[in-house]
Nanobody
């Protein structure tokens, strides 16, 4: 059974930082492309950042230069370091694991990030 468990969300003032974690189980983590998505009320879920199985990263333009995605395969964990947070960053953040080779696409339950102005 696959589990993606996010943690690290919370309330932070604008300009502050948070680090999200996503612990994966039930998949071969090292071969998965891992991503963070977010969804604010009334808006579509959007990609925040992705890190492929070979370590390549890609970011939404709105977070480029402020957020850093990383992974530690030995810990089956992907992280999202979020700096210089803005009220527009407030959303539920979801971890995603996918593999084109093995045809899977899994989601975590989400962790809430609230940014006060």
């Amino acid at each position: 059974q696959v589990h993606l468990v996010e943690s690290g969300g919370g309330l932070v003032q604008a300009g502050g930082s948070l680090r999200l974690s996503c612990a994966a189980s039930g998949i071969i983590f090292s071969i998965a492309d891992m991503g963070w998505y977010r969804q604010a009320p009334g808006r579509q879920r959007e990609l925040v950042a992705v890190i492929t199985r070979d370590g390549s990263t890609n970011y939404a333009s709105s977070v480029q230069g402020r957020f850093i995605i990383s992974r530690i395969n030995a810990e089956n964990t992907v992280y999202l370091q979020m700096n210089s947070l803005k009220p527009d960053d407030a959303a539920a953040y979801y971890c995603n694991a996918r593999s084109g080779l093995y045809k899977y696409n899994y989601w975590g339950q989400g962790t809430q990030v609230t940014v006060s102005s």
